[in-house]
């Protein structure tokens, strides 16, 4: 049986959005064949100071748990937490202008949460 085929982005938080510059806080991956949705966030608040110093760490996390809250699909997250995963997904890497972004989306295959773990130790750890 082949190998399960998934998706992933980085989570990212662009603290001047006017800038472009960011810190990677988090991988958030699909995998429709598993029933697999999941992400990994953790911001390191010292990197994301050196972009900029007046940044408010504590209502970052809190956009973060928010969009954790969607991926999981918490009843308490609104309606878009309310979707199917595939759609929660999708909403959750559409392209916006905000704070939190993502990059653009990847694929491999193998064990979704291996996989979770692997990217998140590579890209944000």
Not at 3 to 14: C, G, K, S
Not at 42 to 51: H, I, K, M, S, Y
Not at 71 to 91: K, N, S, T, V
Not at 102 to 125: E, I, K, M, N, Q
């Amino acid at each position: 049986m082949p190998a399960p085929v998934f998706e992933y982005a980085i989570v990212r938080v662009i603290p001047r959005v006017e800038r472009g510059e960011f810190v990677n806080a988090g991988v958030i991956l699909y995998c429709a064949t598993e029933a697999f949705l999941a992400c990994e966030l953790g911001l390191e608040v010292e990197r994301l100071r050196a972009l900029d110093r007046r940044v408010d760490p504590t209502l970052v996390q809190c956009h973060l748990a928010a969009f954790a809250a969607v991926c999981r699909g918490d009843a308490g997250a609104g309606p878009i937490a309310a979707l199917p995963q595939r759609e929660r997904y999708h909403w959750l890497v559409a392209p916006r202008s905000s704070v939190i972004q993502v990059s653009a989306v990847h694929g491999g295959c193998g064990d979704p949460a291996a996989a979770l773990a692997r990217v998140f130790a590579t890209c944000v750890r």
